[in-house]
């Protein structure tokens, strides 16, 4: 079946340590997206690719990285300087072309990490 | 600007009974698009549906209705006939065409929570 797969499911970070979450899609989907999202608010955009090779910074981008080498991967790092990275972390994926606007993003199921 | 309130927080109700999820936006772009995700306990979001600005017609899908209305920037949805399946977590999510990056503007979120 042809979806998002997001792993792990849940993750623990040391003090000072990076870890690296991930997003592979099987949709031949162009653009994709890691929103951050925090107990009680609702998501916030970190990071964005329309195409392989590139990305954008979202609302949030300070303390993390990606990279897009694949158009059906979209790694998130959370490096050891965001200091408050205890959050749910989903992927999603959208079809590019026209009509661009009004495809919806699809989502992954998430990544739940944690600060030991 | 563009901006999403989703006033109620939590929602409670008791099986079988009739309830409105409110979305208010702002946005100065012309042609622009609503959304509707649902967020199980499981955690994935869940795309429900997808409404242009030139389409002001409701839509209903089974227990599901959307109340789409530009002259007071709503975009209401109504579950009828509730049931305990329905306990999640709801986001409204607005897409302006100005916007090239698919970049989704999501509402607080709402929790639903349907007792039996």
């Known amino acids: 079946d042809g979806g998002i797969t997001q792993s792990p499911k849940y993750l623990f970070r040391k003090e000072g340590q990076n870890v690296t979450l991930s997003c592979e899609q099987n949709l031949n989907h162009d653009a994709m997206y890691w929103y951050r999202q925090d107990p009680g608010q609702g998501l916030r955009l970190i990071y964005y690719s329309q195409i392989v090779n590139d990305f954008q910074k979202g609302d949030i981008a300070e303390g993390y990285s990606v990279s897009r080498e694949k158009k059906e991967s979209f790694p998130l790092t959370v490096t050891s300087a965001q200091k408050n990275p205890t959050a749910f972390y989903l992927c999603?994926?959208?079809?590019?072309?026209?009509?661009?606007?009004?495809?919806?993003?699809?989502f992954g199921d998430g990544t739940r990490l944690s600060i030991l | 600007a563009q901006k999403v309130t989703q006033a109620q927080t939590e929602i409670s109700v008791v099986e079988k009974e009739d309830v409105t999820l409110d979305c208010v936006y702002e946005t100065r772009d012309t042609t622009y698009y609503l959304f509707w995700y649902k967020q199980p306990p499981s955690g994935e979001l869940v795309f429900l549906i997808r409404?242009?600005?030139?389409?002001?017609q409701n839509e209903i899908s089974g227990r599901y209705s959307w109340n789409f209305q530009k002259s007071t920037s709503s975009f209401n949805f109504t579950i009828t006939a509730s049931q305990v399946v329905d306990s999640a977590v709801y986001f409204c999510a607005l897409l302006g065409d100005s916007s090239n990056t698919g970049k989704l503007i999501f509402g607080q979120g709402t929790t639903l929570q349907v007792k039996p």
């Open positions: 409404r242009n600005s030139f389409d002001e």
């Open positions: 999603a994926s959208r079809q590019t072309g026209q009509p661009t606007s009004n495809q919806p993003q699809h």
